[in-house]
C-alpha cells in the first residue's frame, strides 16, 4: 500500500484538541443525570429518551461521523475519553455510545460515497449500529445486489435506537457457494427487533436480537469484512481523512474496552464515597478507611485500573498516530492490540472485584450502586473479542510462529 501522509496544519490541530476538550467537558456534566437515571434504564431495557436526548444535544453519537457530515470526527484517543467518563455515570450509556459510534465509523470507511449518502444525508440522523457475526443468515446474489432471504443476528447493541444496522452477511456468488464475509446496511425499518435483552448486567444497552426476512440490499452497501480488516476500504471520498484510514480490528476491540474503564473509576470513586460510613463486621474496625487490609486493597485496585488506562491510552495513540501515517498497521502491533485489550479488561475486571468484595454483604443489595457497577463489569468482560484466554492464546500462537487461529486481526 502507497503511504500517504496525513498532516493538519495548525489551526486544524488547535480545533480538534477544542472539540476533545468541549465533548470531553460535557460527557463530565452528564454523569450525575446518568447515575440517578441508571436504575429506570436498566428496568426500561433500552436508554431513556431523556439520555438519548442528551447524547444527541452533546455531539455524543457522532463522534466517528466525518465532518463533511456534520460529526466531531474525534481522535480514537478522544473516544476512549469521553465514552469513559459515561462509563463513570452508567455502563449501559457508555456501551451504546461505544458501539454506535464504531459502527457509524465502519459505516463511513467501509463503504463508498454513495452508501455514505444515503446514511450521513438522510433526513434521518446517522445512528449506525450492527453485529458482525449471524446467528442464521441466508442470502442469495440477485441483479443489483443481494437477497438476505433469512437472517438472524443477537446482541445488536443500541438497534432501538439506530437508523441502520450493519449486518455480518456471507457473500456468495451466483451458485450460492461462498466466497467471502460481507457486511451488510441496512435501514432499521427494514428489520424486527424481538426485544429479548433480558439480563443481569449493562441492562440498559438494548443488546436485542434483530431478524430479516427478503430484504434487498443493493451493491452499494454491500462490503467486504476480508478487505476491511486487511485496510482496504471503499472510501475513497475519505481517503484523506486520517481517522478513517484506521486499523479495523484494533478499531472494533479496543472500543469495547472503553466502558469498562470507566466502570473501574466509578467502582473506586464509589467505595471511597461510601468508605467513612463503613466499618468491618466482627473485628474491632469501628472504621473500614482504617485497617491496613482496606488500604492494601484500593492501593491494588488503584494499580490496575491506572495500568489498564495506560495501556488503553498507549494503544488508542498507535491507531491514531499508524492511521496518520497513511500506513496501515503492522499484522504483529494489531495482534497485539486484541491481546492487550483483554489484559486490561482482566484488570479492570479485577479491580472492580476486589472493591466489590471490600463492600461485604451489602453487595447482597440491589440498591447497593457497587452492585450494579459489579454485574455491569462482569458482562463487559465477557464479549468475545475482548476474551482474555482466546486473545493471549492468539498472540501466543503467533510468537510461536503458528497462523493466528483467527482472521480477526
Not at 82 to 104: F, H, I, M, P, Q
Not at 287 to 301: C, Y
Not at 342 to 349: Q, R, S, V
Request: proline fraction near 4%.
Amino acid at each position: 500500500m502507497t503511504a500517504i501522509l496525513y498532516s493538519e496544519p495548525a489551526h486544524a490541530a488547535a480545533d480538534q484538541a477544542q472539540t476533545a476538550a468541549t465533548l470531553l467537558d460535557y460527557a463530565r456534566t452528564l454523569v450525575p443525570r446518568l447515575k440517578a437515571r441508571s436504575k429506570d434504564t436498566a428496568q426500561l431495557g433500552r436508554l431513556p429518551p431523556d439520555t438519548l436526548a442528551d447524547l444527541e444535544a452533546g455531539g455524543l453519537l457522532t463522534l466517528t461521523t466525518p465532518r463533511r457530515y456534520g460529526g466531531s470526527q474525534v481522535s480514537v484517543r478522544t473516544f476512549l475519553e469521553v465514552v469513559a467518563e459515561l462509563g463513570r455515570g452508567d455502563a449501559s450509556v457508555a456501551w451504546v455510545a461505544a458501539l454506535t459510534n464504531v459502527t457509524t465509523w465502519c459505516a463511513a470507511a467501509f463503504f463508498g460515497e454513495e452508501a455514505a449518502q444515503e446514511v450521513f444525508c438522510g433526513t434521518k440522523p446517522a445512528r449506525v449500529t450492527g453485529v458482525l457475526s449471524p446467528r442464521k443468515a441466508v442470502v442469495r446474489k440477485v441483479e443489483g445486489g443481494y437477497l438476505i432471504e433469512e437472517g438472524m443476528w443477537g446482541f445488536n447493541s443500541g438497534v432501538n435506537h439506530a437508523t441502520w444496522d450493519m449486518l455480518g452477511i456471507p457473500l456468495v456468488d451466483e451458485h450460492g457457494k461462498v466466497v467471502d464475509q460481507g457486511v451488510a446496511l441496512i435501514p432499521v425499518e427494514q428489520l424486527q427487533i424481538l426485544d429479548d435483552w433480558n439480563v443481569i448486567g449493562i441492562s440498559g444497552s438494548g443488546s436485542s436480537t434483530v431478524t430479516a426476512s427478503k430484504v434487498f440490499v443493493p451493491h452499494s452497501r454491500i462490503a467486504s469484512v476480508t478487505r476491511a480488516i486487511e485496510g482496504d476500504y471503499l472510501a475513497t471520498h475519505l481517503a484523506g481523512e486520517s481517522l478513517y484510514q484506521s486499523a479495523c480490528m484494533p478499531m472494533l476491540a479496543i472500543i469495547l474496552a472503553f466502558p469498562a474503564l470507566g466502570l473501574g473509576v466509578a467502582a473506586l470513586e464509589t467505595f471511597l464515597e461510601t468508605l467513612p460510613r463503613r466499618g468491618i463486621q466482627y473485628s474491632w474496625y469501628a472504621k473500614q478507611s482504617e485497617a491496613p487490609i482496606t488500604h492494601l486493597q484500593v492501593g491494588e485496585a488503584s494499580a490496575k485500573i491506572d495500568a489498564a488506562r495506560v495501556i488503553l491510552e498507549r494503544h488508542a495513540d498507535a491507531i491514531d498516530a499508524s492511521a496518520a501515517s497513511g500506513s496501515y498497521m503492522a499484522f504483529n502491533e494489531r495482534a497485539k492490540v486484541r491481546r492487550d485489550v483483554g489484559y486490561a479488561e482482566t484488570l479492570i475486571w479485577e479491580a472492580v472485584d476486589l472493591l466489590a468484595s471490600a463492600s461485604g454483604g451489602s453487595l447482597a443489595s440491589v440498591n447497593n450502586p457497587m452492585t450494579r457497577i459489579w454485574q455491569d463489569a462482569r458482562i463487559a468482560s465477557l464479549h468475545g473479542i475482548v476474551s482474555p484466554n482466546t486473545n493471549f492464546e492468539t498472540y501466543g500462537r503467533i510468537l510461536c510462529g503458528n497462523t493466528p487461529g483467527t482472521p480477526f486481526i
